[in-house]
């Protein structure tokens, strides 16, 4: 009975910005490593940030040095701050843990075209 909602997406221009959020109910949160995925039409999703219960951080090598993912485990939930947006980084974006639990929320779809 878990429940991940995604939001914050939207139509950026290249260059923009955009903070997605994370809440999150009925799943263990802390101490899990939690992570934000992306898909596009015909692809696998791919996990492009992650952060320990702790605050340890990675990054797909495509979004190092822009995006920044935010946990607080008080609070269940998570954040991605997106910067220097360009239109290879459209896609639907996901929020879970890694490795994923059996369900996902329904994305959030992040547009970046001029």
């Known amino acids: 009975q878990g429940r991940i909602v995604e939001s914050g997406g939207g139509l950026v221009q290249p260059g923009g910005s955009l903070r997605l959020a994370c809440s999150t109910s009925?799943?263990?949160?802390?101490?899990?490593?939690l992570g934000w995925y992306r898909q596009t039409p015909g692809n696998e999703r791919e996990r492009v940030a992650a952060?320990?219960?702790?605050?340890?951080?990675n990054y797909a090598d495509s979004v190092k040095g822009r995006f920044t993912i935010s946990r607080d485990n008080n609070k269940k939930m998570a954040w991605l701050q997106m910067n220097n947006l360009t239109p290879e980084d459209t896609a639907v974006y996901y929020c879970?843990?890694?490795?994923?639990?059996?369900?996902w929320g329904q994305g959030t779809q992040v547009t970046v075209s001029s």
């Open positions: 879970n843990r890694v490795p994923a639990v059996s369900f």
């Open positions: 952060i320990t219960s702790g605050g340890t951080t």
């Open positions: 009925g799943i263990l949160f802390d101490p899990y490593v």
